[in-house]
């Protein structure tokens, strides 16, 4: 499993930035950026080298740890996946290529694309003392042109991006996308209402041209939750010290909240069920939401069976189990 938490080297290399930035400018500029992105804007704002650092201390961590959480279950479902190449669209800073490097040692060419140059200059920046990153390829452009000109990958990633464009350029982006897909492709998005009716989209786009669900479905049926419930989960994940002040929080740690789905080209065979809540557990009983391979079910565990109740006691919300109803 990969941790939720930034590697070392990437810590460094942005403690490494910030060394002479003013904290509380970068804060400023974060705060004026979450802002934009509460009102519906996206990265446009981002335009300074203070702007990209500031982004990247308010967002990086938590995007990164929702990237490890939806990779750590795409290896759980696939644990034999090793992929060679991979292409990040919409990469910013490089977050979900560093996520994808942690998870997958087997990795080998990386190409990033993104149309802001400050986010880009900081990825590069951040992966040029990185024995593995620092020959990533980081083209500059539109998503869809630069895509078309990108070579096919193994894996191919979006993270947080596909909610800065627009519905008929999400269609178009996600069948290019999957046409750039030798393998699996992941999406991710904020775990919002929003975020996931962007998941769920592309999803069933994706599952009428052939693709199949490896994570979070155990099915590649229409989802069964019912507005206004929505399929997310959430990761904890720590603050540094630079994280707190640049957010100006108080606590250590925060939980971030996201939706995603890895498509597979080939069916998946093993198929467990999913933890669509924390549990609530009883002394009576373990009950759990869960979406099986058969649709949604609100499993009870009685302390009676004690096995099976010791079990279920230790599953988390987002975990993958075997139950079939
Ligand atoms: C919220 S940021 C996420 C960045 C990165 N994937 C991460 O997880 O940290 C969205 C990124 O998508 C990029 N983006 C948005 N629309 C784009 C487009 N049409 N073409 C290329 N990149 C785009 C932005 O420049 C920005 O870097």
Known sequence: MTSPDLPA????????????????????????????????????????????????LARMPATYAAMTASLNALVEI????????????????????????????????????????????????????????????????????????????????????IGEIGDAEQRALAELMWQKTRDTLLVVEPGTPAGYARIIALRAQLITLGAHVAAPCPHDGECPLQPPDWCHFTQRLQRSRAHKQVKGAELPFEDEKFSYVALTRAPVVHRPSRVLAQPVVSKVEVTAKLCTPAGLALTKVPRRAKADYAGARRWRWGDAVAQES
């Open 78 to 161: 696939k644990p034999d996946f090793a992929p060679n190449s991979l292409v990040d669209i919409g990469a910013g800073p490089g977050t979900a290529t560093w996520a994808a490097a942690e998870t997958f040692p087997s990795l080998q060419r990386f190409t990033l694309l993104d149309s802001n140059d400050a986010l880009r200059t900081l990825a590069l920046d951040l992966v040029a003392d990185s024995f593995r990153l620092r020959e990533a390829s980081y083209q500059r452009g539109e998503a869809r042109a630069a895509l078309a000109n990108a070579d096919t990958a193994d894996l191919v990633v979006a993270s947080y991006m």
């Open 9 to 56: 080297e990437l810590k460094a290399a942005l403690d490494g930035k910030l060394r002479g930035f003013s904290r509380s400018d970068a804060a400023g500029r974060a705060a004026a950026i979450s802002k934009t992105y509460r009102d519906g804007g996206g990265s446009g704002t981002i335009r300074s080298e203070t702007d990209a650092l500031a982004y990247a």
